[in-house]
């Protein structure tokens, strides 16, 4: 355990943690776009910015998902110069995704309706990486990528083209703090896409029992084939969620009722 000061209050914390995972801990609200916590820290949104110091550190803005606690650390969530640094961070996002409802919301959250910068074309992908991350360390496909720099980087597919590695799984649709990546289901087709960028097209699989199309092949076979299964369990591989519930239920009852 180790002393520091966190908004003039003094704790003792765990070796490890970051000032971001302290701070929330004790209620403190900072503001991230590029932090989850399976995924650990990144430091590229720069909203949760905190103003810190210590024996080794000197006094500066420095991103608290990114920052070890140290003995002596002296931490500042809301000064000054960290709300303009927030408010500025803001403004920029908004320049680049300016109808992005989740954004909009969170910054009027911090006090910042509008932005002084350019908006014209986005597709309010914010670059906050997390769906790339996600897809190459979590999922393991790397289906996702970054392009270009500077005010050209974009998210796509590999190649640029319709991604050959993508399972479907929508993972990256779930995380996007921006809503900026779209899945679409028409009949049996998945479309995944970031405004006018396809990234991958996959055929839907339809439950044998109800009709219902549920989720892509190449989804199926990715988590039946990493599944610690139970030896000699059958694996009905063409029920959608809510069939396969109902189905293992009276496939246990059925066995249980015999004793």
């Given at each position: 355990?180790?002393?520091?000061?966190?908004?003039?209050?003094?704790?003792q914390?765990e070796?490890?943690?970051t000032?971001?995972?302290?701070a929330?801990s004790?209620?403190?609200d900072i503001?991230?776009?590029?932090?989850?916590e399976?995924?650990?820290?990144?430091?590229a949104?720069r909203?949760?910015?905190?103003?810190?110091?210590g024996?080794?550190?000197?006094?500066?803005?420095?991103?608290?998902?990114?920052l070890?606690?140290?003995?002596?650390l002296?931490v500042e969530?809301?000064?000054?110069?960290?709300?303009?640094?927030?408010?500025?961070?803001?403004e920029?996002?908004?320049?680049r995704?300016?109808?992005s409802?989740?954004?909009l919301?969170l910054a009027?959250?911090?006090?910042?309706?509008?932005?002084?910068?350019?908006t014209?074309?986005?597709?309010?992908?914010?670059?906050?990486?997390?769906?790339?991350?996600?897809?190459?360390?979590?999922?393991?496909?790397s289906?996702?990528c970054?392009?270009?720099?500077?005010?050209?980087?974009?998210?796509?597919a590999?190649?640029s083209?319709?991604?050959e590695?993508c399972?479907?799984?929508?993972?990256?649709v779930?995380l996007?703090?921006?809503?900026?990546?779209?899945?679409?289901?028409?009949?049996?087709?998945r479309?995944?896409?970031l405004k006018?960028?396809?990234?991958?097209?996959q055929t839907?699989?339809?439950?044998?029992i109800?009709?219902t199309?549920?989720?892509?092949?190449?989804?199926?076979d990715?988590?039946?084939?990493?599944?610690?299964?139970?030896?000699?369990?059958?694996?009905?591989r063409?029920?959608?969620?809510?069939?396969?519930?109902?189905?293992?239920?009276?496939?246990i009852?059925?066995?249980?009722s015999?004793?």
């Amino acid at each position: 355990m180790m002393e520091i000061s966190l908004n003039k209050k003094s704790l003792q914390v765990e070796e490890g943690k970051t000032v971001l995972e302290i701070a929330r801990s004790e209620g403190i609200d900072i503001p991230t776009l590029c932090f989850y916590e399976a995924l650990g820290p990144y430091g590229a949104c720069r909203l949760c910015v905190v103003e810190a110091e210590g024996p080794m550190l000197r006094r500066q803005l420095i991103a608290s998902c990114t920052l070890a606690v140290s003995p002596g650390l002296v931490v500042e969530t809301d000064t000054p110069l960290v709300r303009q640094s927030r408010k500025v961070v803001f403004e920029l996002l908004l320049g680049r995704a300016p109808d992005s409802k989740p954004l909009l919301e969170l910054a009027r959250k911090y006090g910042v309706e509008s932005t002084r910068f350019p908006t014209g074309q986005s597709d309010n992908c914010v670059r906050c990486g997390l769906c790339v991350r996600v897809c190459r360390d979590k999922i393991g496909v790397s289906a996702l990528c970054f392009a270009g720099r500077g005010q050209k980087k974009r998210v796509t597919a590999e190649f640029s083209k319709l991604s050959e590695t993508c399972i479907g799984c929508a993972t990256c649709v779930n995380l996007c703090p921006a809503d900026a990546i779209q899945a679409e289901d028409q009949e049996d087709q998945r479309r995944i896409f970031l405004k006018d960028n396809t990234i991958s097209r996959q055929t839907l699989v339809s439950c044998r029992i109800c009709g219902t199309y549920y989720h892509t092949q190449r989804f199926i076979d990715y988590v039946t084939n990493r599944s610690d299964l139970e030896e000699g369990l059958k694996v009905e591989r063409d029920l959608c969620p809510a069939c396969a519930r109902r189905h293992y239920a009276q496939a246990i009852v059925g066995e249980l009722s015999g004793y």
